[in-house]
């Protein structure tokens, strides 16, 4: 018995038309072209569907086995393969550090790299710290200050300002008879009911008058200025506060509410002078 080489049923060995579909069986025809089945490899008519020999439909694809070894040695070259594609784009990817390092080089070299800032000059903005940060820089404008310690430190300023007034009222009603005061109050005149106070008194409140009053406003002044430079504008903004005192400091809070802008490494959270002895020690 054989199979049917086109509907794949069994019929005899020297039958020459399938009896199940009358098909002809080319096996017998020398002159036609042959193919080799893909099971047992015997030469089977090329329009064959089913081998006559062993019934494999020539449709299927047959996986031939390998030995034990050859299976091994592909895993082994498929490792090693893939090891040395790892480590030709660790090559790739250090060649291109350094291409990236050497460029970052020359455009700091040019001050042209733009460095990633952070959004303040204190790890955790606070009343304390940013208030210590902006008596620290009382008298530096060559640097950046950011929102959050802008809003921190001014908070903490005026809690220190209403402290102190809160401690002048006290001295002041604290005398016997009381404070008149006659005139504006930079040119006022002391005049007590009852007896003068003490020198020191006195000394207070001059330094509260000519000294306290305009330390306060440098340190606003200066704070607004960072601010500014923080969102890259230019600090002479602050010359509104004295064109214009009280809406001319209105506009100036209201664009220091502002996020952060870095466009260019002109300024940062150093001074100019702390920057240059960076690069001058490499750092």
Same mark, same amino acid.
């Given at each position: &018995?054989?199979?049917?080489?086109?509907?794949?049923?069994?019929?005899?060995?020297?039958? &020459?038309? $399938?009896?199940?579909?009358?098909?002809?069986?080319?096996?017998?025809?020398?002159?036609?072209?042959?193919?080799? $089945? !893909?099971?047992?490899?015997?030469?089977?008519?090329?329009?064959?569907?089913?081998?006559?020999?062993?019934?494999?439909?020539?449709?299927?694809?047959?996986?031939? @086995?390998?030995?034990?070894?050859?299976?091994?040695?592909?895993?082994?070259?498929?490792?090693?393969?893939?090891?040395?594609?790892?480590?030709?784009?660790? +090559?790739?990817?250090?060649?291109?550090?350094?291409?990236?390092? =050497?460029?970052?080089?020359?455009?700091?070299?040019?001050?042209?790299?733009?460095?990633?800032?952070?959004?303040?000059?204190?790890?955790?903005?606070? +009343?304390? /710290?940013?208030?210590?940060? +902006?008596?620290?820089? @009382?008298?530096? =404008?060559?640097?950046? #200050?950011?929102?959050?310690?802008?809003?921190?430190?001014?908070?903490?300023?005026?809690?220190?300002?209403?402290?102190?007034?809160?401690? #002048?009222?006290?001295?002041?009603?604290?005398?016997?008879?009381?404070?008149?005061?006659?005139?504006?109050?930079?040119?006022? /005149?002391?005049?007590?009911?009852?007896?003068?106070?003490?020198?020191?008194? &006195?000394?207070?409140?001059?330094?509260?008058?000519?000294?306290?009053?305009?330390?306060?406003?440098?340190?606003? &002044?200066?704070?607004?200025?960072?601010?500014?430079?923080?969102?890259?504008?230019?600090?002479? +903004?602050?010359?509104?506060?004295?064109?214009?005192?009280?809406?001319?400091?209105?506009?100036?809070?209201?664009?220091? #509410?502002?996020?952060?802008?870095? /466009?260019?490494?002109?300024?940062?959270?150093?001074?100019?002078?702390?920057? #240059?002895?960076? !690069?001058?020690?490499?750092?």
């Amino acid at each position: &018995m054989i199979t049917c080489q086109y509907c794949g049923r069994h019929i005899a060995t020297d039958e &020459m038309n $399938c009896h199940h579909c009358g098909a002809h069986q080319e096996r017998f025809d020398v002159e036609n072209e042959k193919k080799n $089945c !893909k099971k047992c490899q015997q030469e089977i008519p090329v329009n064959a569907n089913f081998c006559p020999y062993c019934g494999q439909d020539q449709a299927i694809f047959v996986r031939k @086995t390998q030995p034990e070894k050859e299976v091994e040695q592909d895993m082994v070259d498929d490792a090693q393969k893939k090891q040395e594609e790892i480590i030709i784009q660790s +090559l790739a990817d250090l060649s291109k550090l350094a291409d990236d390092a =050497m460029l970052n080089k020359k455009l700091a070299d040019q001050g042209l790299l733009v460095k990633k800032l952070p959004k303040n000059e204190s790890k955790k903005p606070g +009343l304390i /710290t940013s208030t210590k940060l +902006l008596l620290k820089d @009382t008298f530096i =404008m060559d640097k950046r #200050m950011g929102r959050a310690d802008f809003w921190w430190g001014n908070l903490g300023l005026l809690l220190l300002i209403l402290l102190y007034a809160c401690l #002048m009222g006290y001295l002041l009603v604290h005398f016997d008879g009381g404070l008149v005061m006659k005139g504006s109050i930079l040119n006022a /005149t002391l005049k007590w009911n009852a007896a003068p106070p003490p020198a020191w008194f &006195m000394y207070f409140w001059n330094f509260s008058l000519w000294i306290l009053y305009p330390f306060v406003s440098l340190v606003r &002044m200066t704070a607004m200025v960072r601010r500014l430079h923080d969102l890259e504008r230019s600090g002479l +903004l602050v010359i509104l506060i004295l064109l214009m005192p009280f809406f001319g400091e209105l506009v100036v809070l209201l664009i220091c #509410m502002a996020p952060q802008k870095v /466009t260019n490494d002109r300024y940062t959270f150093k001074t100019q002078r702390a920057r #240059m002895l960076d !690069k001058y020690n490499g750092k």
